[in-house]
């Protein structure tokens, strides 16, 4: 099985930035898609940023411009910098892999975006 953990959550202000990490156990290849989701307090969770190769890659629309998703394949490990973060960025986000067998999920870490 694939075991997905992610870390890098907290609190920031408006403005800040903030790095996620997810490390992955498992067979994971370059070609397997890697991303990011995010839930926030009533609201169902979204796409945010999406990974298959360093020249494959997608953003949502709400943060394009200002996250950035990369991989490093030799630490099967996937990272989401968030910059000029804003209020509406607070939600728990997920760290995803799509696999032959099927989807994997982390368990999700918080990032909360306040003054």
């Known amino acids: 099985q694939v075991h997905l953990v992610e870390s890098g959550g907290g609190l920031v202000q408006p403005g800040g930035s903030l790095t996620l990490s997810c490390a992955a156990s498992?067979?994971?290849?370059?070609?397997?898609?890697m991303g990011w989701f995010r839930q926030a307090p009533g609201k169902q969770r979204e796409f945010v940023a999406t990974?298959?190769?360093?020249?494959?890659?997608n953003y949502a629309d709400s943060v394009k411009g200002r996250f950035t998703i990369s991989r490093d394949n030799a630490k099967n490990t996937v990272y989401l910098q968030m910059n000029s973060l804003k209020t509406e960025d607070t939600a728990v986000y997920y760290c995803?892999?799509?696999?032959?067998?099927?989807?994997?999920w982390g368990q999700g870490t918080q990032v909360t975006v306040s003054s």
């Open positions: 995803n892999v799509q696999t032959i067998t099927g989807p994997y």
């Open positions: 498992g067979t994971i290849f370059s070609f397997n898609p």
């Open positions: 990974i298959a190769s360093s020249i494959s890659t």
